[in-house]
């Protein structure tokens, strides 16, 4: 069996933690106060956390050694102040850090919806949908961990680390110097176990996703696998993927075994080499025993954080791949927004195509050759050809989804390239095909929740489009749709969008007839819901029904690319040219059943 | 492995530790090992301290510094070896459940897998197995850390004075419970946000799925604020979540604090008193530092295995699942001489209506039966009944005049080659996805049955050919072409039987007639049973069964049913007069 089976995105991993911060930085830096807020808060309750060591040790120096009741008073009740300060500080800063992480993700999303909603159509036929839903949600997810778990984890345990290592020095920066000495080799040995787990992680993950896209698949086609008598051998796949991925989960394993013992063992080697200096110190330098105590205090919180950051560190370095797939998608080159707008008011609706040619990218054979049509002002036009002629590449072309090459199109005789998507598209409406609809109320379909629609003019739209069955089935404006429509059938679906653009009210119809098998009331409806939405509008239609074609005032008949023929059902069929060449082969399929 | 099923199902904590015990025994142990050397040393530092204050010479601290150092090296050693130990034992305890959950997936059958989205199955997989595993190992493991930690600390502690221990510890007990609160929250919190998550996801995915209605209609800005909306009440629940994930530290530390804050009131009298040294004050603060973790420790410890145990309830579900049909037939039956079907009714488990109503038909070696039929008439009831997905009574179907629960699984599996409705490829192979049914094969045996749907030179068309992979990674096969796919993924078995189930909707008319025409000559001596929407392509069958409502409404051949059945009369205009117009 072959191991192709899972489809994860391979790319080579560019993004480093520091190159991520620097990306990351507008975003964080766009919210300054919470910056602002976010250090103070960080380095108040380091400072704090400090004090207590000393605290600690002047009670052994003024209090014990002195005997001095009065002032260990004082001192506990200062210890519990600083205690509960630190407590709150400690919430406060981790509550705050993460509600902060979690607003500029939010913004990232925000921005990467409103990316992905730029990206040119080209996009979506390269990308499948759900790599681009699994941006915006699970990699800006993952994003946010890298950010709480990551960069402000490892903020925080720096400047603890730090903060410690001058307190250290204040005490004595004689034994402090000495201890530093063994840390070199320290840091030397958690660099290169860390770069081999890291490595180990990402080889685990890859498994991990292995073992769950392979699942995924047998799963799904579980039956066939059983009825070709194929489950033994998935269940040995399985096992064995199994197994590596137990394999790969031990030698990491393995190696934190290794890796935390050895700073464990760092801390206790620097503690007894304190101890040692200390009663050096204390015998020829004076140092006191509540300075050591500090000392000792302070030096063995001085790995709890270097394990922290080291852990973090490995573990997060797998997001890094989610985060490089983030900013990827943000580098998108999103579609030419540019171009003037149309005239206030309506457009009289005239389409002018003039010898336009078009590929859908260099190299590529063309798909529209020397297309010129003149469209006036509330005629409507049947496109018809066998699949592949390019009629539904023309209609793309009409709203704009892909630039012309060659020739031009003019609507009311502006040029497309000189009008902005923004401008032209809301004038076009479109009942596409296949009718997609969204799953969520019928209302919510014909407004794409879009407020100028009220439920007034959606209920109009939706009556004029002879959603009234619809309604009534599923309780109204308000009735739920489910994913892809499966509560509705193709006919209804195609009714649904019928009343989507009639609620929009455009200047030209666009209109893609559904091909699949639709029973007679549907047919009836979308009929009438055709003759409404066509009434006063210049209309282009892929037409596949033989009485939206005999409605049409010009029949364009396409082949290959071109324009073969153009006129009107009878003269065409007398012609016996390829439209009737069509008629014959049921190409034009003519269930015109009134 | 089915004989220790039920000592699983009923302890499966205990029947894993069982069947490691070596493993959970000496990892337990070097645990031990490694508190008792962790524990020994603030007990050697408050010496140290103690030499130091009264002046002694230095070579006397000397010696104790040696055996510090002598423990760093036990603690390492012990320390690694219960980490390794104990991560041996939970990963091959995961490795074993997750093939057993994998395994008795792929024996179920509809009944399991309908009400399920393979997201859950998977999540059951990686994640439930999982979470299991973290019960067993880490949480089993932290829970004994702590145990362990809390009986060696405490006898230290009562040693310096006992008084001390209850006064400073006073607080402690409470931490476990505060532990599990915040943790039972924060799940909670865990579990909004997931919910909260899905609905960005459903949210990002219909953006993404309608993003050329959304273009077409210029309504980007609307959508975005949707999405926002969506996106809004995420950030809400990761904010929750946020809020008891910080309040966990704090209320860990401070009673740690108070703890603190009493020992420096109620111990100092004690020091100055020359009753306790100062060494020992400050082994008892360390100590009281210490204490935390056990506390805390069986608070996380108790969390992970209670998420294990309701881990494994789910799991369980799985593996006490029973199949539709169980493999009992002991016939093995290697050519098809007969089919029969006789008085067959059918009602789906767990449901009250009957959906076929005493069905009969017979069929012979060689003969085709063609299936029509509106939507939800029963045909693929049907046909799942007759690839055994689900159980009938004895006597109702039979092969060979042998009834179906006779014959087993495997050997019916082999008889028969199916084509069903939606047309399901692996991301493998073209020619692996052609030959699946086969256990060996060459590329020419692929090759014939590619010819045989018309689909030979597509793929010879494709710069990969027959290694091209299937599916995102490599050709994207349209409807028409993956259909045709498992077709002839089903007749390059030549199998005794062969059932399409409604194969061809996504081909073209013409291309359709031109492989029925290649199949009849293709399955003359095959049994064939064909179900389809269009009339073109059973109108050739030996005999035509018309369901309606769960019945047959009437059967015979394509002549007399245009006379006979009122449907099958009624589809038949319907078509012709799509052709004629």
Redesign the interface.
Known sequence: ??Q????EDNVALELTFVRLFRKLWPALWAHQRKVIVSLLLVSTYVVVGRALPFL?GY??DE??KN?N?QV??M??MA??GL??L???L??????HI??FG??V??DI??RL??H???LP?SY?EKN???R??TR???DV?AL?ELF?QGFAAIFVNMVEMISIFISLALISWMMTGITVVILPPLLWICFVLSRKIRFQFGATKRK?SM??AF?????????????????DE??TF??KL??E??VL??ST??L???L???I??FN??T??VA??L???F??YHGMS?GH??AY?LLLQGFFKPLKNILERYNQLQNSLASADRVFHLLDEMPEDSSGRDFPAGRLHGQIDIEHMSFRYGPGLPEVLKDIHLAIKPGMSVALVGRTGSGKSSLIALL?K?YNVEKGDIRVDGLSLSAVS??AL??R???V?QDG?V???SIL?NIS????KVTRERALWAAEQAQCQDILRKHGGLDGMIQE?GSNLSAGERQLLAFA?VLA?DPDILILDEATA?IDSVSERQIQKATEVATRGRTCVIIAHR?STILHCDLIVVMDHGRIAEMGKHQELLQQRGKYSELYR??EV?????I | MTEEQPELLARPFWFYVKKHKLWVASGLICLFLTNLMETLIPWLVGKTLDKISTNVPLHEVGGIIGRIFIIILFLSAFRFLWRVLWAQFHHTVAQDLRNRVFDRMAQLGPTFFRPRKIGQLISLISNDVNSFRMGIGPGFLVLFDGIFLMCLILPFMIAISPAWTWKTLILMPFVPFTVNTILKYLHRGFHARQERFADLSGSAQEIVSGIRVIKSFAQEHSQTQQFNVHSTGFRRACDQVAWWDALFGPSLELPVALGSVLLLLLGTPDVIAGRVTLGQFFTFYQYIQRMIWPMSAIGVGLGNVQEGRAAFVRIREVLEFAPDVPDTGKVEVSELRSLEVRDLSFTYPGTQQKVLHGISFRLEHGQCLGIVGMTGAGKSTLIDLLIRQYPVPPGTILINDISVEQISLRSLRQLIGIVPQEAFLFSRKVSENLALGLDQWDLDDVRVAAGHVRLDQEIESWPENYEALVGERGVNLSGGQKQRMTLARALIRNAGLVILDDALSAVDTKTEGRILEHLQNQLRHTTSIIVSHRLASVKQADLILVLKDGRVESRGRHDELVQASAIYKALNDMQMEAQQA
């Open positions: 069996m072959s192709h089976f899972f489809a600690f009670a052994i209090g014990i005997r009741e260990i008073f001192v506990a210890y519990l205690e509960s630190r407590a709150g400690l919430f406060l800063q981790s509550c993460q509600k979690n607003l993700l939010f999303r925000e919806i409103a992905v909603q730029s159509v979506f499948p949908s759900g681009t839903v915006v949600t699970n997810f946010g709480s991990l073992i769950n699942s995924a698949e047998s799963l799904g086609g579980i039956k066939i696998l059983q009825l070709y008598d194929r489950t998935a269940q399985f096992e199994s197994s991925y137990r989960q031990l394993i393995k934190f075994a290794t935390w013992p050895v464990e063992a206790i080697f503690l007894a101890l040692f200390g009663a050096y204390n015998k025993i050591l105590t000792i709203q989804l998507p923004k598209r809301p076009i409406g479109v596409q997609f969204f799953s969520g919510a794409l929740f879009n407020p892809r989507r929009f098998n033989l082969e049921k399929p003519a269930n015109g059943r």
